[in-house]
């Protein structure tokens, strides 16, 4: 557990304890893979959002993000109602 916890690359969030044979869960290393997905898929999405300000420090990119989306907020919300929409 400890390695799969250091390879995710992220805080573990949740028990450290795998359930088997639960009804739920059928084998541990589906429940281990389940819950290590979510940080892998969100977090280049939350970097991107997070690392908005800095990159619209350049005059032109920011020149461009407030011509397209108005505001740097409304461009972090396209990206968010982009993903939530068809990121499921």
């Known amino acids: 557990l400890v390695k799969t916890q250091k390879a995710a690359g992220s805080s573990w969030v949740g028990l450290s304890v795998i359930h088997l ?3 739920d869960v059928p084998n541990a290393l589906v429940f281990i ?3 290590t997905q979510i940080p892998r898929f969100l977090k280049p999405i939350a970097d991107f959002i997070d690392g908005i300000p ?3 420090a350049d005059e032109r990119i920011d020149a461009y993000v407030k011509d397209q989306f108005g505001s740097q907020r409304n461009l972090k919300m396209a990206v968010l109602a982009d993903y939530f929409k068809h990121g499921f």
């Open 21 to 23: 044979g639960d009804r």
């Open 33 to 35: 893979d389940k819950y």
């Open 54 to 56: 800095e990159i619209c």
